[in-house]
């Protein structure tokens, strides 16, 4: 068994452990609290447990720290808490490009077994390398098996991962959980770029191994598989008995409770407000009586004065006894309300296009592209248009080239084969690496960057708020947000872009989005009026934003 410290760091995605035997419990972490480095506190002495054979997913609205909190069980991050395990944890990551570097070979965490093994067979007898291969002859073979399970038998250890697509680079990591065996797994968003036949392969995966599990999902259909439902909070990790249709119900309970609290809330602070101006207009004609009868009645005018002090003390304690309730029930009534807009749903304004529907945009006859060395990417030639106020959904299996075509819809590539025309027209593409984000600049100058509308600064401030980026986040680097801020975040610039795009494309615009922003963009969609380009393998999503027609791409048998 390995430290984690003895790992290559070419092999980033999978971490094993010395592990402490825990009673019935396959991780247990206690007093968990991460800071990022800019001194944004992210979460606070969390606690959490997992049983052994347990299938748990972990939940919570984008940026709440979920794929922090996994790294930080497998020992990728440093933390202050006590974190113990019964059994080797395997961790497949959430990709964005970062490990574009490493070869398969090192992605499934085996390069130097395999490096050993042919050093042996070439004549190599050094003790160094028997001890590299720990007498894992079969390697070679587990590894070919592990791929040909995963639909990539046509990959190579020695293939760069930057070569593949963002679903054969998924399967990589997940024919890894398989080679190693591992007790405990950790899945950060495994359903990510994988067409519907490879989520299936995922499903049955997930369903067969005796492996404890612990994932962040968006799949409302891997979040069906489990049985239990561990909700992350700033300060706590909440337990729900059940997977994502029952905490579901649950949230939605939670939710009409805590409205009704704050309605209870808002009007009680009313009336109290109401029964302050009503005393204090009661005691000021209470004390003008005074002073009139007390002029009548010929009172010394010490005396006078000190009815007329007690009087003014009495109305000034009365003051502060109304004042005290009526700011304990506004900071309640605010707190409530923070609760309230923590747990609401993103809200999107797209803007709408200028151009008449149905111009000719592209045109593209007998269309293929080959990279070097290789054959074209399908077998045959595409015919295509693509009109304005168009819904068009491009579909295949993972490796079929479709953000390849999507390059050359856009020009970024010259086609090897056949004519495409383009017109005059603008576009955002947002695509699964959300490279349009700088990393080096902070959230409010990525914002402002695409201010072509000149919105002054709190216009721009009130726009990150209402697409629920805290003020506390508003300087931090780009680089620390999670995908589904980074895509929230890409939203927010289109919003205050100058001019809304001719055609808007989304490459897997699902996959990183919480389950309630899936809901809101879709909504956004449905009214947005002109062209829209998607890439996507969640069908429930197409039919709702309401894709009119998709191009099938089935790429070269291999």
């Known amino acids: 068994m390995l430290l984690a410290a003895a790992l290559r760091p070419s092999g980033p995605q999978f971490w094993f452990h010395p592990l402490a035997p825990i009673f019935l419990m396959s991780i247990v972490a206690n007093h968990l609290s991460y800071t990022h480095a800019d001194g944004h506190l992210l979460f606070h002495d969390l606690h959490l447990a997992v049983p052994s054979g347990g299938k748990a997913s972990l939940v919570g609205p984008n940026g709440a720290g979920k794929s922090t909190l996994l790294r930080l069980l497998v020992g990728q991050l440093p933390t202050t808490g006590e974190i113990s395990r019964s059994e080797p944890a395997y961790y497949v990551p959430q990709h964005l490009g970062q490990y574009d570097a490493l070869t398969v070979a090192e992605a499934l965490g085996v390069a130097g077994k395999l490096q050993a093994l042919h050093a042996i067979l070439a004549g190599d ?40 697509s963002g679903g054969e680079k998924t399967k990589v990591f997940l024919a890894g959980a398989q080679l190693h065996g591992a007790g405990l797994l950790l899945l950060d968003e495994p359903s990510n770029h994988l067409d519907a036949a490879s989520r299936q392969l995922l499903y049955d995966f997930l369903g067969r191994t005796p492996a404890t599990l612990l994932v962040v999902s968006h799949d ?23 997977n994502y249709d029952f905490y579901q119900t649950q949230k939605q309970t939670q939710l009409a409770a805590l409205q009704a609290h704050v309605d209870a809330t808002a009007k009680t602070l009313q009336q109290a407000r109401q029964k302050a101006r009503d005393v204090a207009e009661q005691r000021h004609k209470q004390d003008a009586r005074g002073t009139a009868q ?27 006894v109304h004042h005290a309730k009526i700011d304990g029930l506004s900071q309640d009534l605010q707190q409530l309300r923070g609760q309230l807009r923590e747990q609401q749903v993103l809200k999107i304004d797209l803007s709408h296009s200028d151009l008449h529907r149905g111009k000719i945009l592209v045109d593209a006859q007998g269309l293929d592209f080959a990279y070097p060395g290789q054959p074209p990417l399908w077998p045959q030639p595409l015919q295509l248009q693509l009109r304005s106020g168009q819904r068009l959904r491009i579909s295949g299996p993972n490796g079929a080239g479709k953000t390849t075509l999507l390059r050359l819809l856009l020009g970024q590539l010259a086609p090897t084969a056949g004519q495409l025309h383009r017109a005059d027209f603008t576009h955002f593409y947002l695509d699964q690496e959300y490279s349009l984000i700088d990393n080096r600049r902070t959230v409010f100058e990525q914002l402002q960057a695409y201010n072509s509308r000149q919105l002054l600064e709190h216009e721009l401030k009130t726009v990150l708020h209402y697409h629920q980026f805290a003020p506390e986040s508003w300087d931090r680097p780009c680089a620390g947000l999670s995908g589904g801020e980074k895509m929230k975040l890409l939203l927010c610039c289109l919003t205050v872009s100058n001019r809304a795009p001719d055609l808007l494309i989304l490459d897997e615009p ?15 969609l449905k009214t947005f009026r002109g062209t829209l380009l998607l890439i996507s393998h969640d069908q429930h999503f197409a039919d709702d934003i309401g894709v009119e027609s998709t191009i099938e791409l089935l790429g070269q048998k291999r």
């Open 220 to 242: 409302r259909a891997l979040l069906r598989l489990v049985d239990l439902t561990l909700e992350l909070l700033p300060d706590e990790v909440a337990v729900y008995s059940g």
């Open 510 to 524: 699902t996959n990183n989005l919480d389950l309630g922003s899936q809901q809101e963009l879709t909504e956004a």
């Open 125 to 164: 007898a050094s003790p160094e390398q028997f001890a590299r291969l720990d007498d894992d002859w079969s390697i070679e073979e587990r590894v070919q098996a592990a791929l040909a399970h995963w639909q990539l038998p046509h990959l190579a250890p020695a293939q760069p991962l930057g070569g593949l």
């Open 294 to 320: 007390g002029q009548k009645k010929g009172l010394p005018r010490i005396v006078a004065g000190h009815l007329k002090r007690q009087a003014e003390q009495s109305s000034a304690q009365l003051r502060e």
